[in-house]
């Protein structure tokens, strides 16, 4: 099982993935896929996975430990409350590895409107 990730849980960033699933994940590259990323806050925001034309490069993580998806949902705001909205929805999308090869890897998408003041930032 892979995760892509975009945001904050790149290496060198301030939650790097490393330092918070220590042991449970392991780095096998970067990638792309299309969408588009919005500033929301101090995070970003992907939506327009499906529709996009637009290209958004992260890093694909494979998970070693299956509990290391649970700490990921909470981290990202993803609950089991299925009435409301979470931050977060977590969905499967196709990467395109910067190899020329192509994984499934689960995906944080944006699960909220944007607000007024979101810019684009890719």
């Known amino acids: 099982m892979y995760v892509f990730v975009y945001g904050s849980l790149r290496r060198g960033e301030r939650n790097p993935i490393e330092q918070f699933l220590p042991n449970q994940v392991q780095f096998i590259g970067k990638g792309w896929i299309k969408g588009d990323v919005y500033q929301i806050d101090w995070y970003p925001g992907l939506v327009n996975v499906h529709t996009s034309e637009s290209i958004v490069y992260g890093e694909i993580y494979e998970i070693l430990d299956p509990k290391a998806m649970t700490k990921l949902d909470a981290y990202e705001g993803i ?15 196709n990467v395109n590895l910067l190899d020329g090869k192509t994984i499934n890897a689960w995906v944080y998408i944006y699960n909220m409107s944007l607000p007024k003041n979101a810019r684009k930032i890719n």
């Open 79 to 93: 609950g089991t409350d299925e009435t409301l909205p979470y931050l977060y929805k977590r969905e499967m999308v």
